[in-house]
T-cell receptor, first 116, second 111 residues
């Protein structure tokens, strides 16, 4: 099993450009999510999905879109990149949802994005 | 609102020293508590977890006890190694599907 994979590892964009960060998992996990990590801010939830066709907003959703057409994939789209979106982006998955169990979240290796 | 407060780093220790990283949380209900570790250039990995009051999570020599009365989950290790150098995140599950993370504490261990 590859676990959680993210592409690309690094990306540089100009302000106003759009792009899609890819996330894929082969663990058949229902729950997938996107976080951004900024110095001194910890991890903040952008969007999450509890299954194919179902998505919801997290703490910092503005400027990002998501969709979940399959169980395996959960792409994150930047519509019009801004310097404030310079960050490290992590995709995470967990098996269960809708219950307060300590299911482990599995994180991808991250995508480091710079917006000039 | 829900939040996690961790001690600010970096924490700098010599090898074999005792480690404590403080973590307190503000949450409704009775969350499960986690410590995640991030090694340089990598994603986060679950280090340990505890699901109810007085539970002790442990892994790789690290321990943390769920203290409901003080809403704390402090991370400890008796003898750190250079390979423990990483960023450590305290977190809890806020709601059924999300985790709330602290800002992270960098640990630097020198030989």
């Amino acid at each position: 099993n590859a676990g959680v994979t993210q592409t690309p590892k690094f990306q540089v964009l100009k302000t106003g450009q759009s792009m899609t960060l890819q996330c894929a998992q082969d663990m058949n996990h229902e729950y997938m999510s996107w976080y951004r990590q900024d110095p001194g801010m910890g991890l903040r939830l952008i969007h999450y999905s509890v299954g194919a066709g179902i998505t919801d907003q997290g703490e910092v959703p503005n400027g990002y879109n998501v969709s979940r057409s399959t169980t395996e994939d959960f792409p994150l789209r930047l519509l019009s990149a801004a310097p404030s979106q310079t960050s490290v982006y992590f995709c995470a998955t967990r098996k269960g949802w809708g219950q307060p169990l300590p299911d482990t979240q599995y994180f991808g290796p991250g995508t480091r994005l710079t917006v000039l | 609102g829900d939040s996690v407060t961790q001690m600010e780093g970096p924490v700098t220790l010599s090898e074999e020293a005792f480690l404590t990283i403080n973590c307190t949380y503000t949450a409704t209900g009775y969350p499960s508590l986690f410590w995640y570790v991030q090694y340089p250039g990598e994603g986060l990995q679950l280090l340990l977890k505890a699901t109810k009051a007085d539970d002790k999570g442990s892994n790789k020599g690290f321990e943390a006890t769920y203290r409901k009365e003080t809403t704390s989950f402090h991370l400890e290790k008796g003898s750190v190694q250079v390979s423990d150098s990483a960023v450590y995140f305290c977190a809890f599950n806020s709601g059924y599907s999300t985790l709330t993370f602290g800002k992270g504490t960098m640990l630097l261990v020198s030989p």
